[in-house]
Every structure is written in C-alpha cells, then in structure tokens.
C-alpha cells in the first residue's frame, strides 16, 4: 500500500534534516522544519513561523490553500 504524496511530504519534514523547496502556482515556496515545534514557512512575499506539523498541513500557508490540499499539484525542487 504506498502512501499519499502529502504523507510523504509530511514525513519527510518530520525527520528535520532539510528545508523543503517547492513551486506552486508560480510561488517560490519553502518550509523549514527547525524542531516539533517550529517550522518557518515561506510562499511568495509571505513568511511566517508555525508551531506544528497539523498548522503545516491544514493552514492556508500557501496562497491561501493549505499543503495537504496542493500536494499532488506542487512541483518540488529540493528535499
């Protein structure tokens, strides 16, 4: 059984050894996964911080749509 590719993306920030780059919708995007409980997000000209991996996933971080949503549409450059 393989896993969603929002799975993957999640698990793979979980092991925080690397920022996450990605295009969406023609936004350079990036999250940085510090520790449990902070994670600095980047999208376009927006930047924040967040507290935990469900605000990575469920926020609307990401021109206003949230990680899991997108997933399957983001092209990813570097992981």
């Not at 999250?31 to 902070?38: A, C, E, G, V, Y």
């Not at 376009?44 to 996933?57: A, K, Q, Y």
Request: charged content about 30%.
């Amino acid at each position: 059984m393989t896993s969603s590719k929002a799975e993957q993306i999640k698990a793979r920030l979980l092991e925080f050894c690397t920022l996450m780059s990605f295009n969406y919708r023609g936004l350079y995007c990036d999250i940085d996964p510090f520790n449990p409980h902070l994670f600095h997000v980047m999208c376009g000209d927006d930047e924040r911080d967040v507290n935990s991996i469900e605000e990575v996933m469920e926020g609307p971080l990401f021109a206003g749509a949230c990680l899991r949503d997108i997933a399957d549409e983001i092209e990813i450059i570097d992981w």
